[in-house]
């Protein structure tokens, strides 16, 4: 079983709609997470740190569920500039980020 | 301004010809690390640095090697490049403490 898991996608929606990711990680002593957005062939860039009390930034909201072992991101009235792959990133006791593989967001006109 | 410098950023190379692709950061990082993303597959680590002389393998190590004699540099090195090595290559860096990781602008290599 892989360290963190996502939904690949490619996730197609309209502009305007909610969509949600989420990103399974098996290791219970991870301590911090992340959401990278990465846009084709460019460098992923930290999208927003997630807490354990859930976490929003304007129209993206980030929550942690450490009994499940689950990040989420979700992402209010979609913009076609969402389009972009997102990635969780995990950070275990020993301090190693371990990235998931990533979420392909298409937001159509 | 805070950065992760890699080079080059494009490169086509032939199959045995030994090639080192740099990184550098200017934030004092202790974690350093190296990733290749292929279509599909997501990003996965190669090697990464604790900190200086601390190297360890992560997830796709074999035909690379690292080396990390000063803080701010972790160059990676192919000794006998391959075509299956054809990539593309990002540097990162992170604080212990923090965590928010810093990408390089990456590196497309071609190996022919």
């Known amino acids: 079983r892989k360290e963190v898991e996502q939904d690949p996608g490619p996730f197609n929606v309209p502009e305007g709609a909610t969509v949600a990711f989420n990103c399974t990680y098996s290791?219970?002593?991870?301590?911090?997470f992340f959401w990278y957005r990465q846009d084709c062939r460019k460098e992923p860039k930290l999208l927003m740190s997630v807490y354990s009390s859930g976490n929003e930034d304007g129209r993206f909201t980030a929550q942690l569920n450490r009994a499940s072992q689950y990040i989420s991101l979700l992402i209010r009235d979609s913009k076609l500039s969402d389009s972009a792959t997102y990635l969780c990133v995990v950070i275990g006791s020993a301090r190693q980020l371990t990235f998931g593989s990533g979420t392909q967001l298409t937001v159509l006109p | 301004e805070a950065q992760v410098t890699q080079n080059p950023r494009y490169l086509i190379t032939v199959t045995g010809k030994k090639l080192t692709v740099t990184c550098s950061q200017n934030?004092?990082?202790?974690?350093m690390s190296w990733y290749r993303q292929d279509p599909g597959l997501g990003l996965r680590q190669i090697y990464y640095?604790?900190?200086?002389?601390?190297?360890d393998k992560g997830d796709v190590p074999e035909g690379y090697k690292v080396s990390r004699k000063e803080k701010r540099n972790f160059p990676l090195i192919l000794e006998s490049p391959s075509p299956n090595q054809t990539s593309l290559y990002f540097c990162?860096?992170?604080?212990?403490?923090?965590?928010?990781?810093?990408f390089g602008q990456g590196t497309r290599l071609t190996v022919v």
């Open positions: 934030m004092n990082h202790e974690y």
């Open positions: 290791n219970s002593a991870s301590q911090s």
């Open positions: 990162a860096s992170s604080s212990l403490q923090m965590g928010k990781a810093f």
């Open positions: 640095s604790m900190n200086v002389e601390v190297t």
